[in-house]
């Protein structure tokens, strides 16, 4: 119930006329992304979206008494001058995280993805998929259940 009243404040915070979304985010007007309670904060890189979004971080934490824990925290950039993220990090006290990282276990990148950096995924899926190899099953069949079970592990 706490993430939810944060998601709203959030919400309202992003229609300040000062705050950016970041570009690939402003179509669908997403600020942020949370599940339990690991949220991750989405703006253009100019120091007053970050204010907007840093003061809403503090205001819910004295409200709910939760205290953001900066050594667990990082600011990834990406095309952003020396400058800007100087000015962010000195203001956040943040540290400066690094490409590829994980958000509840799926690697997140601006750039594509490398073939290794989906091992962790096919080796949760190989042993599922070998034991169907076994079973009689069309190759149809076998095509459509691993669609299904990768469906499913994306949603979950």
């Not at 600020?31 to 840093?54: Q, T, Y």
């Not at 925290?73 to 994980?102: C, M, N, R, W």
């Not at 997140?108 to 998929?129: D, H, T």
């Amino acid at each position: 119930m706490c993430m939810e009243y944060f998601s709203r404040m959030l919400h309202v915070a992003s229609q300040k006329d000062d705050f950016h979304f970041h570009p690939k985010c402003s179509s669908l007007g997403i600020s942020h992304l949370a599940f339990a309670n690991d949220i991750l904060l989405l703006c253009r890189c100019d120091l007053a979206s970050v204010n907007i979004l840093f003061q809403q971080l503090q205001v819910f934490g004295r409200m709910s008494r939760l205290v953001i824990n900066a050594n667990k925290s990082s600011i990834f950039f990406s095309g952003v001058g020396e400058v800007a993220k100087h000015d962010i990090l000195q203001y956040t006290s943040f540290s400066e995280g690094s490409f590829p990282f994980k958000y509840l276990e799926v690697p997140l990148s601006p750039y594509r993805l490398l073939a290794n950096q989906y091992y962790p995924l096919l080796y949760k899926l190989e042993p599922c998929i070998h034991s169907w190899m076994g079973k009689h099953m069309s190759y149809a069949s076998r095509l459509e259940l691993i669609r299904s079970v990768l469906h499913g592990m994306i949603q979950f």
